[in-house]
C-alpha cells in the first residue's frame, strides 16, 4: 500500500508534460522545489498532485517533489529559500519565525504560509500482549522496550521528546531501563515492528494511515490513547490539538484512541514568485476530488478553511487569492 501512494505521486509529476501541453497558459519559470516528508508517507503524493496541477501553468514543468527529513527541518530549508515550497507544521513555523528558541536557534522571518491541509494525528502502535496499555504506562512501569521514532527533524521524534517531558522524562531513560530508541524513516519503522525487532513506534498521519492498516494486520498491535495531563502539556505548550480516532478505525481497535494533531501547512518564503503561489492556492481550492484521490485524508478537508491555522503570515500571491474567493477581506 505504501508502495502504490509513491507511485501515484511519480506518477503525477511524469504525467504531466501532456497535461502542460494543453493547458491555456504556458509560463515560464525558473525551477521549484517542493520538500516534503519520506516518500512512503502522505506527503509526497500530495505535493505531487499540487506540483502536477500547478505544472498546467507553465512551460518545463518547473514544479518538483523531493524527500524532507519532516516539519522540523522544513522551514530551516524553505526560511533560507534552499527550497520554495515546503510542508510543516504551525507551532513549528511559528517557532522558527521567532528563532531563539528550543527548536529553532536563528529566526526565519522570511517563513510565509500558503494553505493548510489535512490533519494528521500521532499514533503509538505497541505489539499486542505488551504490558503497555496507555503511554503513562511508560513512566510507570519503565519497560525495557525497543522503541522506533522519526529521524532528526521529524515530527515523530519531536512529539516523543514532548511526551517524555511532559511525564518528567527524557528519552535517554529508556536506554537506561534497559532498552533502546531508534531514530528511522516511516518505512524503517514499518519494517522494524514487522520483523520483530521493535515493540513500540510511534507516526504523526492521518487515519486510516494505510501504513498502520498493513502493520497491524500483519502483527497484531494496539494504538494507546494519550492521557489527559499528557494531551494538556502538548496543547499548552505547542498547540497540538486534542483529537480521537474512533473505535474500529483501525484492525483490532474496540476502543476510542484518545490522541493529539495538527493539520499541516504549505509553506513558502517572501521571495518565492506572487502568481506562483497564487496558482498553488487556486489549484487545491478549485481541485479537492484531485487531492483527495492522492490521499483520502483530503476526503473531509474543507477548502473554505485552508487558510485558516496556519501560524504565519500570508504569502502576497495565497492572499491574493483568498481575497478574490471571499475567504479573506
Known amino acids: 500500500m505504501k508502495r502504490r501512494s509513491f507511485l501515484a505521486g511519480s506518477v503525477g509529476i511524469v504525467a504531466a508534460p501532456a497535461i502542460a501541453r494543453i493547458a491555456q497558459a504556458q509560463d515560464r519559470i525558473r525551477p521549484v522545489e517542493f520538500i516534503t516528508g519520506s516518500p512512503t508517507a502522505s506527503w509526497f503524493p500530495v505535493a505531487a498532485a499540487i506540483a502536477e496541477m500547478t505544472n498546467r501553468f507553465y512551460s518545463g514543468q518547473p514544479v518538483s517533489v523531493i524527500p524532507g527529513a519532516g516539519a522540523v527541518s522544513n522551514p530551516v530549508r524553505v526560511g533560507r529559500a534552499q527550497s520554495d515550497l515546503g510542508i510543516s507544521y504551525a507551532p513549528f513555523l511559528q517557532l522558527a519565525v521567532q528563532g531563539n528558541n528550543e527548536v529553532y ?181 478549485e481541485n479537492k476530488a484531485r487531492l483527495a484521490a492522492a490521499h483520502s485524508s483530503f476526503a473531509d478537508w474543507d477548502p473554505r478553511r485552508m487558510n485558516q491555522g496556519l501560524g504565519i503570515d500570508l504569502h502576497p500571491g495565497a492572499a491574493r487569492f483568498y481575497r478574490e474567493v471571499g475567504l479573506l477581506t
Do not use: C
Open 105 to 285: 536557534r536563528d529566526a526565519l522571518p522570511n517563513l510565509r504560509s500558503v494553505a493548510s491541509g489535512s490533519t494528521n494525528m500521532l499514533h503509538f502502535v505497541v505489539e499486542r500482549g505488551s504490558p503497555i496499555r496507555r503511554v503513562r504506562d511508560l513512566a510507570e512501569q519503565r519497560p525495557r522496550l525497543r522503541i522506533g521514532t522519526g529521524p532528526n527533524g521529524s515530527t515523530e521524534l519531536f512529539s516523543m521528546q514532548q511526551l517524555f517531558a511532559a511525564m518528567n522524562l527524557n528519552m535517554r531513560d529508556a536506554e537506561t531501563w534497559g532498552g533502546r530508541i531508534e531514530r528511522l524513516p516511516t518505512s524503517g519503522r514499518a519494517d522494524g515492528y514487522l520483523n520483530r525487532q521493535l515493540d513500540l513506534t510511534n507516526y504523526f498521519i492521518n487515519p486510516p494511515a494505510a501504513e498502520i492498516v498493513e502493520m497491524l494486520n500483519s502483527r497484531p498491535g494496539t494504538i494507546l490513547s494519550i492521557d489527559d495531563d499528557v494531551r494538556d502539556f502538548l496543547a499548552q505548550r505547542w498547540s497540538f490539538i486534542r483529537y480521537d480516532i474512533p473505535a474500529n478505525t483501525y484492525p483490532g481497535q474496540s476502543e476510542v484512541v484518545h490522541t493529539v494533531g495538527l493539520p499541516y501547512v504549505i509553506i513558502t518564503h517572501s521571495a518565492a514568485d506572487e502568481t506562483l503561489i497564487y496558482r498553488v492556492a487556486k489549484v487545491m481550492f
